[in-house]
């Protein structure tokens, strides 16, 4: 995988002539997935049917290919909503900031206060201390936000960090989970404010209930599907 590229767009656009897209791909929003920075964290610009308006989630490390890609397409986001908030998926903030002066950033209520603490945020561990503006808006379990108009909920899945959260957007069965589940794994709970037991109740009450369809798109390496990681995954398994 090459760092700072852009590796996937999800839901070309249909074809035509042909037969009616399904209800549920008419509703699917345009996803392109940048791998960033040293630690390849998947960072993604979401646009909605129409591709009219688009949002951000996650900003890691050396976002330029990023900003490159919004300003390709004549685009300004309409927030940077942020799975957590560890280094990797915040060190690009003040290059958004820069880029889109004022875009508003969301983080989980727990983690109010990670983005200008590099203790919390890992960032003083790896030895070059990170911090980020002040979030906009704190987010909070079940809250319903639309982006682009577009509906998604937020689920808190804590574990690998305090305020994890995962994005749903229930008509296209899409998840966009940070780093509380990968394919074939999850999130490292040998952090500090990480607990093991925290991740895997998140991951079985929160993830593994959404339908098995559900795409799964992870904070690092390829996507998966609910139901593959209920079939597969050795490290959390369902009740």
Known sequence: MVTGALIVRWRPPPTHP???????????????????????????????????????ADAGYDPGVMIQRLRELGLVPEAIVLTHCHADHIAGLFDFR????????????????????????????MGTPVTGPTPDR???????????????????????SPGGITLVHEPSSTAIVGDALFAGSIGRTDFPNADFETLAASIRARLYTLPDETRVLPGHGPETTIGREKRSNPFVRPT
């Not at 009616?20 to 390849?40: K, S």
């Not at 950033?105 to 206060?113: G, K, S, T, Y």
């Not at 987010?139 to 808190?156: I, P």
């Open 138 to 160: 704190l987010l909070n379990d079940a809250d319903v936000v639309e982006l682009c108009g577009q509906t998604w909920r937020v689920l808190h899945t804590p574990g690998h």
């Open 18 to 56: 042909g037969p009616a897209m399904p209800e549920h791909e008419q509703n699917a929003p345009t996803i392109d997935t940048f791998a960033l920075g040293p630690y390849e964290t998947n960072c993604f610009i979401i646009r909605g049917a129409q591709g009219a308006g688009c949002w951000v």
């Open 98 to 125: 820069q880029a889109f002066p004022g875009v508003p950033i969301w983080v989980h209520a727990d983690e109010e206060h990670w983005l200008n603490d590099p203790e919390l945020n890992l960032s003083a561990a």
